[in-house]
């Protein structure tokens, strides 16, 4: 049973618009919420954070909201351009862990359009 | 420059064969990870060691192997035990940010197995 959701396989969205992923968990105690962003055949990178304590991040273009009372986080990115077409992961971690162990989501590919 | 090295980038066995998979850092981490990512899934926990000659299992520990011999070093072993070894592995090392921990990603192994 997935503990980290992205209920979204793909995203399309066009450049210098709004892209919007989401992801849902089901651990209440998660508390801390990671972003990375996969291009093909290379590592994932590290995007953006959130721990439990905040409702809000924000680093450039890059915002992640986090609903802790619905269990679901989202990143948006305003604007879009076509180097962020990529897949992200949303990753949690588990309580009292402070990051050590990550459950990933499977991940959502997003694609830009021109 | 500093980074996490997997070797090599493409690598193709036969059934029934033993196959390491290399993974170097010299982030100076301390911690350091080996995932597998199939299509649709996110990234699963194979084996994670905290400190040298340490190591525990993760979710998907069953027909792999590690060592920790070196702090820089983290080798994945995929025996003939591991039932779908055909996948894309990634290794990864963190280090400890502030209150919580971060993980940085290597490039990755597209293990192939006929």
């Known amino acids: 049973d997935q503990q980290v959701k992205q209920n979204s396989p793909s995203l ?3 450049e210098g ?21 996969k291009y093909p055949a290379e590592g994932p990178t590290f995007l953006i954070s959130i721990s439990s304590i905040k409702d809000k991040n924000e680093d450039g273009r890059f915002t992640v909201f986090l609903n802790k009372s619905a269990k679901h986080l989202s990143l948006h ?3 879009s351009q ?8 949303c990753a949690a971690s588990p309580p009292d862990n402070y990051g050590q162990n990550f459950v990933f989501g499977p991940g959502t590919r997003l694609s830009v359009l021109p | 420059d500093g980074g996490i090295t997997q070797s090599p980038k493409y690598l193709f066995r036969k059934e029934g064969q033993n196959v390491t998979l290399s993974c170097e850092q010299n982030l100076n981490h301390d911690a350091m990870y080996w995932y597998r990512q199939d299509p649709g899934q996110g990234l699963r926990l194979i084996y994670y060691s905290q400190i040298v000659n340490d190591f525990q299992k993760g979710d998907i520990a069953e027909g792999y192997s590690v060592s920790r011999e070196k702090k820089e ?8 035990a591991q039932k779908n070894p055909t996948a ?14 971060e993980q940085y990603f290597g490039p990755g192994t597209r293990l192939t197995v006929t």
């Open chain 1, 12 to 14: 399309s969205v066009q």
């Open chain 1, 17 to 37: 618009r709004i892209s919007i992923l989401n992801c849902d968990y089901t651990n209440s105690m998660f508390d801390y919420f990671l972003w990375y962003k």
């Open chain 1, 77 to 79: 990115i305003v604007p």
């Open chain 1, 82 to 89: 076509p180097g962020d077409s990529a897949v992200y992961f």
């Open chain 2, 73 to 80: 070093s983290f080798p994945l072993t995929v025996t003939s």
């Open chain 2, 88 to 101: 894309f592995y990634l290794c990864a090392s963190s280090i400890q940010s502030g209150r919580y921990y």
